[in-house]
Structure formats: structure tokens, C-alpha cells
């Protein structure tokens, strides 16, 4: 295994502590940014997202929703960030 993506903060903090029990070393991208994931040595590379506006989209669908409008489904994108910090970087060990 030279790399891992991982769905969210629960998954990415197991995976941190399983990594530091291992010698080689191992690539890890995390979805959502984790508290103290700069302090890590690697620092955690991260694709994070804006809780704040993907709470708000979602109050104000249900908002209209229980008002009685009909609300049609539709993709909705919001943007995230790649946040680099060392771990996702990481060359596979040869």
C-alpha cells in the first residue's frame, strides 16, 4: 500500500494512528480537515470543504421545503480546497 484517501474525520484519524504504528511510509489525503492536522509531522494533506455554507444550503432547501414549496432535486456544488501539509506528498517507499 503506498497511499490512501480517506472519506471523512472519523476514517482519517484511525488511519493516523495506525500509520504511526507502521515504518514504512505511506501517503494520506483525508476529506474534511481535521483539528491539529498541521501539528502532525507529516502535516495531513486535506480536501476541505466549507462546513458553514454546506449547512446553510442544506437549512435553507428544508427551509423552503417545510414552507410547502415544492423543491425539485438538483446537484449542488460547493467548493473545497486542497490543503497541503506533507502527508499526501509523500514518494511511494521503493
Do not use: K, Y
Not at 35 to 49: I, N, S, Y
Not at 70 to 93: D, K, N, Q, W
Amino acid at each position: 500500500m503506498t497511499a490512501i484517501f480517506t472519506g471523512n474525520n472519523r476514517v482519517t484519524v484511525t488511519v493516523i494512528r495506525v500509520l504511526a504504528e507502521r515504518t514504512r511510509p505511506v501517503a494520506l489525503v483525508g476529506f474534511d480537515d481535521i483539528e491539529l492536522a498541521d501539528l502532525l509531522r507529516p502535516g495531513v494533506t486535506v480536501v476541505a470543504q466549507d462546513a458553514a455554507a454546506l449547512g446553510r444550503t442544506a437549512a435553507e432547501r428544508l427551509f423552503r421545503q417545510l414552507d410547502g414549496s415544492l423543491v425539485a432535486p438538483e446537484r449542488i456544488e460547493l467548493p473545497t480546497r486542497l490543503i497541503t501539509r506533507g502527508s499526501g506528498e509523500l514518494p511511494p517507499a521503493g
